[in-house]
Nanobody, 123 residues
């Protein structure tokens, strides 16, 4: 069992920055690749970013590429999402998730989810 707790969400103006963090507890953190997803009101949850087990590989949704950076610290059992140049369309609840296997862009591949943190970007 892995417990994930996100933090760092809030209200920010367009063009601003936020840093989300996800703290993991339970099983060995490095056994899991990590992803960030988001869900806007009335929309489906969508992939945002992914980082491999030891952080040597990352990938991003096209909509955030060049603006968001995912990182992890296996010694501290944390994964972070640095979000710069935020846009109103980045608004939503952001979730971190852990997966042992499967394709990283697919929600079904993830075994554990956090409760989410709200990000609101005003225009």
């Amino acid at each position: 069992q892995v417990q994930l707790v996100e933090s760092g969400g809030g209200l920010v103006q367009a063009g601003g920055s936020l840093r989300l963090s996800c703290a993991a507890s339970g099983r060995t953190f490095s056994s899991y690749a990590m992803g960030w997803f988001r869900q806007a009101p009335g929309k489906e949850r969508e992939f945002v970013a992914h980082i491999s087990w030891y952080g040597d590989s990352t990938d991003y949704a096209d909509s955030v590429k060049g603006r968001f950076t995912i990182s992890r610290d296996n010694a501290k059992n944390t994964v972070s999402l640095q979000m710069n140049s935020l846009k109103p369309e980045d608004t939503g609840v952001y979730y971190c998730a852990a997966r042992a296997n499967g394709r990283y862009r697919y929600i079904q591949s993830y075994d554990y989810w956090g409760q989410g943190t709200q990000v609101t970007v005003s225009s």
